[in-house]
Every structure is written in C-alpha cells, then in structure tokens.
C-alpha cells in the first residue's frame, strides 16, 4: 500500500472512531429517544463512503450504494435479533446476531440484487415493521437518561472498534466489487458497540429501549444513501456529503416528534 493510502486508512480510523464514541456519550445524556435519533445519524457509512471516493472516485461510490439500503435492511433485522435476544443474555445477543448478520450478508451477496429503488422499499418496510414489531408485540418500554457515567476505558474501545471496521471498509474497497463494498460498508459496528456499552453500562433495559429508536432511525442512513447516489457524482465529494447530511438530519427533525407521540 502506498503512504496516500495508509493515511486515509489511518485517518479513517481516527475520525470514525472519535466521532462514533462522541456521539453514543451524548446519546446516553439525552435518553433512549433522543440518543437513539442522535446517536445514528451518519457516522460509519458517511466516513466509509468518503475516503472511498477519495480512494476511487465519487462513481465508483454511486455504483456502491446501490446495495447499501440491502444492508441496512440486514442492520435492521440484526437489531431485532440483538434486541429480542438480549432478554436472555448479552452473550447470546452479540453471538447469534452476529451469526445472523454474516448469513444475511453473504445471502445477499450472492443474490446481486442489483436494483436500487427496490432495495429502498425492501429497507423501508422491514424498518417500519421492525419497529411496530418491538413497540407492539415486544413492547419494549422508552426510558429517560442513566445517570452512569461512561469511563474513559469505554470511550477508547469504542473508537477502536468503530475505527477499526472503518478501515477495514476502506482496504476492502481497494480490492472488492462496488456491490459487495456496499454490504460490508453497513456493518453494524455503531449498532454492535453501542448496544454492548449500554448493556454493561447503562443495563439491558436502557440498551432495549434505545436500540428500538436506533432500528427507526435507521431509516435517516437510508435517505443519507439516497441523497449520496444523486449528489456525489453531480455535486462531488464536499457538496455531495453536506446536502446528504443536511437532508438525512432533516429526516431526524421529521421523526423526533412522531417518536415523542407514539413510541
């Protein structure tokens, strides 16, 4: 690997991981609604995509996010497994969510499933059901802000496992296919580090009811995608990943009051 590369890779990891582990802090300050709202803005897959475009080009990402909302739909159904099996143990949580995830993935990969606005249906739909699914059937309760503190050895974790699979997002694209880059670029290690840090932290049922909120707000990522597919190869990197921002944070500003009233 050239120096060019190693930075990007580095910088990658620096930025990702600070800016993930700074955000599920402030989440834990604010209560499972509004962390949950918060705490999923884009953080891996805006990083992921940008030094991928700065590795490639900005077509090459267009072409990538076209599986992109398949992944998200993969996250979405992780986290009800996450979630459901949380009430048995943290253990069994993160093993066979974990299980469930790569299957999905590797299912995924092989169907090439290749169509953009459909794959945005398909994440819609299983968000929405997803959530009534844990609201209703589940009834897993909201809760107001812990008290706990995080501790300076949980901060560092979490910029090292975010930063980590950022990275690793970053050196797979210099060597894979857009579509398969999509998927790995949804990898739920914000989901994944953030429900374990709140488990042991901040106890299983505050972990439960902010995942609920992060399931729905999965759905910002899926507009961020939307935007990055029309602005990156029209507006370029810079441009491209403000408008999508601003919009995918619109979206939150669009649901906080939905999730005050019914969840």
Not at 123 to 150: D, G, H, M, Q, Y
Not at 181 to 198: D, E, H, K, Q
Request: some cysteine; aromatic content about 14%; hydrophobic content about 55%.
């Amino acid at each position: 690997m050239d120096s060019i590369f190693l930075f990007k890779v580095t910088s990658s990891f620096l930025i990702a991981g600070t800016w993930i582990a700074l955000s599920t802090m402030l989440a834990e300050r604010l209560g499972s609604k509004i962390g949950g709202l918060i705490s999923n803005l884009p953080s891996n897959i805006l990083v992921s995509l940008i030094f991928i475009a700065l590795v490639n080009d900005v077509n090459y990402v267009a072409s990538t996010v076209v599986s992109v909302p398949l992944g998200i739909t993969i996250c979405t159904m992780f986290m009800v497994v996450f979630i459901v099996l949380l009430r048995f143990s943290l253990f069994k949580a993160i093993s066979i969510s974990l299980i469930f995830w790569f299957i999905l993935a590797f299912l995924s990969s092989t169907l090439s499933l290749n169509n953009f606005f459909i794959n945005i249906l398909i994440a819609f739909i299983t968000i929405f059901i997803s959530v009534i699914f844990l609201e209703k059937v589940l009834k897993t309760p909201s809760i107001k802000n812990s008290k706990r503190k995080l501790s300076f050895p949980q901060f560092v974790s979490r910029i090292i496992f975010s930063g980590s699979i950022v990275a690793s997002v970053v050196i797979i694209s210099k060597f894979s296919t857009p579509y398969f880059v999509g998927i790995f670029a949804t990898f739920p290690s914000m989901l994944l580090s953030t429900m374990i840090i709140l488990s042991i932290n901040q106890g299983k049922k505050f972990a439960q009811a902010t995942g609920k909120i992060l399931v729905l707000s999965l759905s910002n990522t899926v507009v961020y995608i939307i935007a990055v597919y029309f602005t990156y190869p029209k507006f370029g990197i810079l441009f491209g990943t403000l408008i999508s921002y601003t919009l995918s944070a619109l979206w939150i500003t669009f649901l906080y009051p939905l999730v005050r009233k019914l969840i």
